[in-house]
């Protein structure tokens, strides 16, 4: 997993949370497998060059949301009860931000609450053609 | 893991003072960074910190005790400039560390010495600026200090052994001993601190957890259809710390809430609201520019 | 702190040891030239001062009788006597213990003189019929002339090294405050280690005359209580002046070399200033009035290092000698200074 970790100190985005984002998306997308150890908090900031209490920070949000779960002396794993569940939720949470930022910015440039149903309209169209 | 306590120390060098009124609290086993442009006192605060200077006034206590030649076991400090001894070889300074330190750990010395291609038997004036920083760093390092005070640590490093001793300061973190750091470098300090604190003119001006700094603090920005309106006292509210327009640009610096703010600004007829994050050197521009930066500024309540 | 002084103090020796090695082959050098008194060759070249005018000390060979013989006890005699100037030297070479040279002359001479350097000794007395000078180039050396020659070596090594504190306030500071040990404890560590560097170069001195000595003749000492006196009270002098640097430049930052360098002719020209007979002059007597009690604190005015030669048996200049005044003063002088050098030192900021 560390392999496709980044973050970008440089950005507004909280470091913890720019972890959870990626540990998430990750889950979502199914390069985390259910059940899969994730690094140690220690290990983890050493990859990234990042505080470990920062790291730790993004474990205990990720517990909080139930992504992962952590045994004292055995480490984090990917949440494995109601797996398909934590993955979901994790895909859901990823993509509610992402909208979040398209509809402020769709406010900020002056569209109507109609105008944007219609976006969105079509581009469920376009994403999800077969259950049309 | 242990602790530091700094209140209102004060400095003076005759009429000036260094260091004015500064107070802060370093938790046990946190990565402190320590912020401020040049001048602001913060190699003044880890002199008197340490009792290399006298204090004017105020108490420095570390664990609940102030400092004695004794405490100098647990405390490891790399200055900001060389103190390296020109004519004495790199194994020699290893050697006078040995000696003077009980936990200094040698092998681990040379071990960091050659992560930083520093030659033990090279004698001090041979090595560049950066080689001497490399140095006392990895004196520092070997020393099993619960604590490291490092006053620009990676000044005259390359990028290679930047990063190098970011990462040593991590590993120490890991270790759950604390680390208080002063640097230019805004990059380094948003990476390797959890906590920052930054100084201006001998004062602390802004003092927090990185991470929360950037969740609270945004900018919130409005466009207003013509030049005259009115912000209906938003301006005033305790949330926002500063106000700026320009021509029908509203720019307001939150504390926190931003999204509150926006709503707010919207209400007040403004189009185009956007929340803008800030990065660790947006937030230490503001906290360290002078209030009366532009003239754009609006006077809090004026409006 | 202090094994930075160690390290300092070796270097220092080092260059010491390289100065005093080069001195001594200077010496050795000298003494062959010089002391090789009876062969031929050796004396071509010298002046002779005779009542008959200056001579070359080859012009006696011409005209005279020279003959060589060995005593029973092995000693190889030389006689040289040449009648038409009324001179005859007789050298007894002992070899390794040294040369026994009598020079008569048929000249009268009443005054009579006796010049001692170290072990060779220069007498010429009244003798019926004439003079006769005599010359022993091993008589037994008092043990007083090489100690005040290390001495003062000592002295010097204790100017090079008189500045630690200053040392460690140029740039270093950091280093040492924070120790773990007190800063007193660093202050005496550092200068113990200066201390013995100073008595390792009284002791290399020592051994660097011995060897000048034993290279071309026997060791042949004597030792009397007056060789402690100069001892204890020329190692009380150089603490007191070692001592009196330190706390000249404890405060120090940068320019203590300025005060190293200007130390000697300071405390040379107090010293004397205080003792001349200047006259009685307004401007010589305010001279001697400032001097005075500067003088007091002055390590140099209890040290006194008169040349070592003796003339008639007496030292020619005094040796540091009176034990009873001088060397409670010279251990109180360095007892204060090293207080006002640790009490400064204390107080010094990074």
């Not at chain 2, 420095?60 to 200055?79: H, N, Q």
């Not at chain 3, 060979?61 to 060995?70: E, H």
């Not at chain 3, 040379?268 to 200047?278: E, F, G, I, N």
Request: proline content about 5%; overall charge neutral.
């Amino acid at each position: 997993m560390p392999a496709v970790m980044t973050v970008d100190p440089r950005s507004g985005v909280p470091i913890y949370l720019q972890i959870v984002e990626q540990v998430k998306r990750s889950v979502a997308l199914g390069i985390l497998q259910v059940g899969e150890q994730l690094p140690t908090v220690k290990q983890l900031a050493l990859d990234l060059t990042v505080n470990p209490n920062t790291v730790a920070r993004a474990y205990r949000e990720l517990e909080h949301d139930d992504v992962i779960e952590t045994s004292p002396g055995r480490g984090s794993f990917v949440r494995d009860n109601g797996s398909t569940q934590s993955a979901k939720t994790a895909a859901s949470d990823v993509a509610r931000d992402a909208l979040a930022i398209a509809l402020r910015e769709a406010k900020s440039v002056g569209l109507s609450r109609n105008d944007v149903r219609e976006l969105i309209d079509t581009a469920i169209d376009r994403w999800f053609p077969e259950e049309q | 893991m242990s602790s530091i306590k700094i209140s209102n120390l004060r400095k003076t060098y005759g009429q000036f003072a260094a260091v004015d009124g500064f107070s802060l609290e370093i938790p046990a086993g946190s990565v402190f960074g320590l912020l401020g442009p040049n001048g602001a006192g913060k190699t003044t605060v880890f002199k008197c910190m340490l009792g290399l200077a006298r204090t004017t006034s105020g108490l420095v206590l570390f664990d609940g005790k102030p400092l004695v030649p004794e405490t100098f076991e647990r405390i490891a400090y790399v200055p900001e400039r060389s103190v390296l001894y020109e004519w004495m070889t790199v194994a020699e300074h290893v050697e006078m560390n040995r000696r003077a330190f009980k936990a200094f750990d040698p092998v681990r010395a040379l071990e960091l010495l050659a992560q930083f291609n520093v030659e033990p038997a090279k004698r001090s004036r041979a090595l560049s600026k950066g080689m001497r920083t490399a140095v006392m760093v990895a004196l520092a390092f070997a020393r099993n200090a619960p604590i490291l005070v490092l006053d620009e640590p990676t000044s005259g490093l390359d990028p290679i052994n930047q990063r190098h001793v970011l990462s040593l300061i991590i590993n120490e973190a890991a270790r759950g001993n604390s680390v208080i750091f002063s640097s230019h470098q805004i990059g380094q300090v948003e990476r390797a601190a959890e906590h920052i604190a930054v100084m201006d003119r001998g004062r602390l001006v802004l003092e927090g957890l990185v991470d929360d700094l950037k969740s609270d603090r945004k900018i919130v920005e409005g466009i207003f259809p013509n030049v005259t309106y009115s912000l209906n006292g938003i301006a005033n509210d305790p949330r926002v710390l500063r106000a700026d327009r320009t021509e029908r640009i509203v720019r307001l610096l939150v504390r926190d809430d931003a999204d509150n703010i926006a709503t707010m600004l919207a209400g007040a007829g403004a189009t185009g609201v956007r929340v803008l994050d800030l990065n660790l050197e947006d937030i230490f521009l503001f906290a360290v520019s002078p209030a009366d930066a532009t003239a754009d500024v609006i006077a809090k309540g004026s409006s | 702190m202090a094994y930075v002084e160690w390290l300092r103090v070796g270097r220092c020796l080092k260059c010491t040891a390289w100065v005093l090695l080069v001195v001594l082959c200077l010496i050795v050098a000298a003494e062959y030239t010089f002391l090789n008194i009876g062969s031929r060759s050796s004396l071509s070249g010298v002046e002779l001062h005779t009542s008959s005018g200056d001579i070359n000390a080859s012009e006696i060979l011409n005209g005279a009788a020279t003959t060589y013989s060995t005593l029973p006890d092995g000693t190889k005699r030389t006689t040289i006597v040449n009648p038409a100037m009324g001179i005859r030297v007789t050298v007894d070479d002992h070899g390794y213990f040294g040369k026994h040279v009598e020079i008569f002359e048929r000249s009268v001479k009443r005054s009579e003189k006796l010049v001692g350097i170290g072990p060779v000794s220069l007498q010429r007395t009244a003798v019926p019929g004439g003079s006769m000078v005599t010359i022993d180039t091993n008589k037994p050396e008092d043990f007083a002339y090489v100690a005040a020659i290390a001495t003062f070596i000592a002295l010097i090594v204790a100017t090079i090294l008189g500045a630690p504190f200053a040392r460690q306030n140029d740039g270093h500071l950091e280093i040492a405050l924070t120790n773990p040990a007190p800063r007193t404890t660093l202050g005496f560590g550092a200068m113990l280690a200066d201390v013995a560097g100073i008595v390792a170069a009284w002791l290399m001195t020592v051994a660097m005359l011995f060897f000048a000595h034993v290279a071309h003749n026997a060791p042949n000492y004597t030792y009397g209580p007056r060789d402690t006196e100069v001892i204890v009270l020329g190692f009380a002098g150089v603490l007191a002046w070692y001592a009196m640097l330190c706390a000249a430049t404890a405060s120090l930052r940068r320019a203590y070399g300025i005060v190293l360098g200007i130390s000697w002719p300071v405390a040379l020209l107090v010293a004397w200033l205080a003792k001349a007979d200047l006259g009685d002059a307004p401007m010589a007597q305010l001279l001697r009035w400032g001097a005075t009690p500067l003088s007091w604190v002055d390590p140099f005015s209890y040290l006194h290092f008169g040349p070592a030669f003796t003339v008639n048996g007496r030292p020619a200049g005094s040796l540091a000698v009176s034990l009873q005044n001088e060397l409670p003063a010279l251990l109180i002088l360095a007892l204060i200074y090293v207080t006002l050098a640790i009490i400064q030192w204390r107080r010094v900021e990074a």
